[in-house]
């Protein structure tokens, strides 16, 4: 192996290291969740904004992140934790991927986000940015795929709602008969994963004007809340035995039971529905005219 090849291999091993072991929270969905979000958008939005993200997708190459290239809107859903290989770059991004509200208290944005480094505050400053057309396109690119990887996020309920337990990444969980993960992960993946899998009708589909009034809907604080609502109401209470952990002690390892499962499947689903209808209106506002 030649000293230039030794070096790139030895860059894009310390680059996966990094991403592996972060202690970052912020890995919403995982990469099919966003992939989904972002394709229920690309189905829905005005053929006038598809050719505008067209347009800046062109631009992909002068962000210059070419192990996270952006060549659909798919990929610019993941490029957000894609770029956390390159921490000494986009560290400055890594608080921009949740925004906590503890479960056991009152829901209140302003007092968990005085810096605007959350990502309430960042969907909402990169949806200005991306409607800016006297910005330079390249600059408008990465706004675009912060605004389309965030509004995930904040649907993931874990991203908002939580128990100083870094949205559930300090709580070990069983996933029905299969240990080793987290109360995050779960969320983040298989569970995800499986509900996506198993929707009837998929979820990337075109939706009707009905479904699309009733589904995107709110603002991003009303986003935030919702799932606030979700970890406090439903996903916190089935891990720990049907109340919130606010008083005790968290027990060392939960199990998400089977019958959790199956109940948590619709509201994933709904959840990612949502995500996706509301960033294709945020992308036509921003975009279509």
Known sequence: MSMNRFR??????????????????ALAWGAMGHRTVGAIAWANVKPTTRQAITRLLAH????DTPECAMKTIED???????????RWRWAFASSWHYHDQPVCGDFNLKDECRDG?????????????????????????????????????????????????????????DYG???????????DGVLAERAITSARPPLVRAYSAAEKARLATG???????????????????????????????????????????????????????RAGLRLAHMLDAALAS
């Open 8 to 25: 790139r291999a030895l860059t894009g091993l310390c680059a996966l290291a990094a991403f592996t072991f972060s202690a970052s929270p």
């Open 60 to 63: 992909q190459r002068e962000i």
């Open 76 to 86: 610019a859903a993941v490029w957000p934790d894609c770029i956390k290989g390159e």
């Open 117 to 173: 480094n959350c990502v309430t505050a960042q969907i909402e400053r990169n949806e200005k940015l991306l409607a800016d057309r006297k910005l330079a396109p390249v600059l408008r690119l990465q706004a675009l795929a912060f605004v389309v990887h965030f509004v995930g996020d904040v649907h993931q309920p874990l991203h908002v709602g939580e128990n100083h337990d870094m949205g559930g990444n300090a709580v070990k969980a």
């Open 177 to 187: 008969d299969a240990p080793g993960r987290n109360l995050h992960s779960i969320w």
């Open 219 to 273: 603002s991003v604080e009303d986003w935030a809340r919702e799932s606030w609502e979700v970890s406090r109401d439903f996903l916190y209470p089935a891990a720990f035995g049907g109340a919130l952990p606010c008083a005790a002690k968290e027990p060392v390892r939960v199990v998400w039971s089977n019958a959790a499962i199956e109940q948590a499947i619709p509201i994933v689903d709904e959840r990612i529905e």
